[in-house]
């Protein structure tokens, strides 16, 4: 079975805090991808990252990182000195050849 | 700018009365998708065009059609749709498809549908 869980429903922070964002998958597949997509009020999905499963690197992009650990099937993502406008929902999504299987996202709110 | 469109933004139809939403986009990717979000819910695919191969996801109703007349467009169709059928529909794209190999998808703004 093909799985994502995002455990986290709701995180309130306030400004310039650090938040992670817990993702946890499961895949049979030994080659798969994982993205992680954030959800303003507007509505628009917009695409923040893609790993693929044989790159365990982490990576880091301005305040946004991301760590992938295989053993513990898991796709964290954590935002640095947080601000009012990371406020969204935050969707983890594992890839499956033709489709993206979402996660039911975490709601993250920043406070000023 | 915008990459992949929706139009209208806001869609108010009635009970039964059919009701077409579009969506195209200028990356010339070879996939396009519609999926359904209700509230405070994840996207939930409905199908995809592989450029004009139509791939329905088993558990969408017959009432959801769509239509793919070129590479750029892409139409929901609702036949006729219900109280259920209230939600956000988003129009997505990929590059490609390719066993074993998942391309980003770049999403649209969305068409939020109420049905009264």
């Known amino acids: 079975a093909q799985k994502v869980t995002q455990a986290q429903t709701e995180i309130s922070v306030v400004e310039k805090e650090d938040v992670t964002l817990d993702c946890v998958y499961e895949?049979?597949?030994?080659?798969?991808?994982l993205f992680w997509y954030k959800q303003p009020p507007s509505g628009e999905l917009v695409f923040l990252i893609r790993r693929n499963s044989f790159d365990e690197q982490n990576e880091i992009s301005g305040r946004y990182s991301w760590n992938f650990q295989k053993s513990t099937s898991s796709f964290n993502f954590t935002i640095t000195a947080s601000q009012v406008v990371d406020s969204a929902v935050y969707f983890c999504?594992?890839?499956?050849?033709?489709?993206?299987?979402f996660g039911t996202g975490t709601r993250l709110q920043v406070f000023p | 700018d915008a990459m992949v469109i929706q139009n209208p933004r806001y869609q108010v139809t009635q009970f039964g009365k059919p009701v077409t939403l579009s969506c195209s986009q200028t990356?010339?990717?070879?996939?396009m998708y519609w999926y359904q979000q209700k509230s405070s819910q994840a996207p939930k695919l409905l199908f995809h065009y592989y450029d004009k191969d139509f791939n329905n996801e088993a558990d969408t109703p017959d009432n959801f059609q769509s239509r793919r007349p070129n590479t750029s467009f892409c139409f929901l169709d609702i036949r006729s749709p219900g109280l259920g059928d209230a939600a956000m529909y988003l129009c997505?794209?990929?590059?490609?498809?390719?066993?074993?190999?998942?391309?980003?998808?770049?999403f649209g703004p969305g068409t939020r549908l109420t049905v009264t």
């Open positions: 990356l010339n990717h070879n996939v």
């Open positions: 999504a594992l890839g499956n050849t033709d489709k993206l299987i």
């Open positions: 997505a794209t990929s590059r490609d498809l390719f066993r074993g190999l998942n391309y980003e998808q770049y």
């Open positions: 895949t049979r597949d030994t080659t798969y991808y």
